[in-house]
């Protein structure tokens, strides 16, 4: 009979080896018997490096939540970067070759050009509608004094008349239908007096898919009836609002943009929409900020150069906005102008001169 001396006093049980899981843990295999001899030979486990290794810490939650951010806004840069280049080439060459060129607006302050056209989309059902971009006018005329912690902004009424070269003096507006963004520059820089390094042509037919990818704009009016083109019932645009603040989607937005005649208040008129203009503008930036809109991030960065034809490539776009968080809410200033007969607006040189002054310097 076999001694009890030889049978061992307790048993020995084995795990087998875990699986990659384990492994990516940084789970340690060790082994339950002593040192094995050269080739392996013994069966291994694995054993966590310490207690509570695998549990969710505070410290571990921040972690994944800041790569999740940094995915995010890169995701968003890349969207934004792509959809810019794929939209460059929508503004003519004679444009770009009528422009200054500027600084990084992060650091320096440039002057940017921003007109809105009256064209329509193609297939639009508002009577009379310009469905063309040859011939249209420019319904806003907006300097903008941007970089280097600057953001002021000055509208020129549509109405306000200029020599525009080669046309004679007319209103303002009529530069772009004569010679298209080229001649809007070139008559701009000869009225204000200043070099102008960039410009943007809105888009008003891919406004209101802005508007609604950052999730609507707030914005704080007046008793506002209007009714634009018959309204909506002939093929137009309505928008009713009580005083207050509202927060509107993209086509509310575009139709307060384009209100010069209010029922409730005639008073309103063309000075009183490019105040408009500049609140929506102040309202989408406001709107970028929010939690709602970074949720939306990567969508809105993709449909944001859909909107606008300019000579920017993404990454000078991108240091335009990052310019206006720098600068801060730009105040509403609008060219002080007085009648010159039937719808015409003048404006002395001497009033261009010191609005634009306080444009450029504050």
């Not at 994944?64 to 951010?69: E, G, N, T």
């Not at 000869?190 to 609604?212: C, E, S, Y």
């Not at 500049?278 to 859909?306: C, E, V, Y």
């Not at 730009?330 to 001497?350: E, F, H, M, N």
């Amino acid at each position: 009979m076999p001694s009890n001396l030889e049978q061992p006093p307790y048993k020995v049980y084995r795990a087998g080896p875990r699986g990659l899981k384990s492994l990516l843990r940084g789970e340690e295999q060790t082994s339950l018997r002593g040192p094995q001899p050269p080739g392996g030979g013994g069966r291994r486990r694995f054993r966590r490096p310490g207690a509570g290794g695998g549990r969710i810490t505070p410290r571990r939650v921040i972690k994944y939540l800041l790569i999740a951010i940094v995915a995010w806004l890169a995701l968003s840069l890349v969207l934004f970067v792509t959809s810019a280049q794929i939209e460059t080439g929508g503004l003519p060459s004679s444009a770009s070759d009528a422009l200054t060129s500027g600084g990084n607006m992060l650091f320096s302050a440039d002057t940017v050009l921003i007109l809105g056209t009256d064209q329509r989309p193609a297939g639009s059902k508002e009577p009379g509608a310009n469905t063309s971009d040859a011939g249209s006018r420019s319904d806003t005329i907006m300097l903008w004094r941007i970089g280097g912690g600057a953001s002021r902004r000055l509208s020129i009424p549509r109405d306000t008349v200029a020599n525009i070269p080669g046309h004679g003096s007319t209103k303002i507006n009529a530069a772009y239908a004569y010679g298209g963004p080229a001649l809007a520059i070139k008559t701009v820089e000869q009225f204000a007096g200043v070099k102008i390094n960039h410009v943007i042509v809105v888009n008003l037919a891919a406004f209101p898919q802005f508007i609604d990818a950052i999730g609507g704009v707030d914005v704080t009016t007046g008793k506002v009836c209007s009714d634009i083109s018959g309204g909506t019932k002939n093929g137009g645009f309505s928008l009713y609002l009580n005083p207050g603040t509202h927060h509107l989607d993209g086509i509310q937005a575009l139709t307060y943009a384009r209100t010069r005649e209010n029922k409730c208040n005639p008073a309103d008129s063309d000075l009183t929409r490019v105040k408009h203009q500049q609140q929506i503008l102040n309202g989408i930036k406001s709107q970028l900020l929010s939690p709602t809109t970074f949720l939306r991030l990567p969508l809105a960065s993709w449909d944001a150069p859909k909107v606008l034809r300019t000579d920017m490539g993404g990454l000078t776009l991108l240091s335009l906005f990052g310019a206006s968080e720098m600068g801060g809410s730009a105040p509403v200033a609008v060219l002080p102008t007085t009648p010159a007969g039937g719808s015409d607006l003048a404006a002395s040189p001497s009033v261009v001169q010191s609005a634009v002054n306080k444009l450029m310097n504050g």
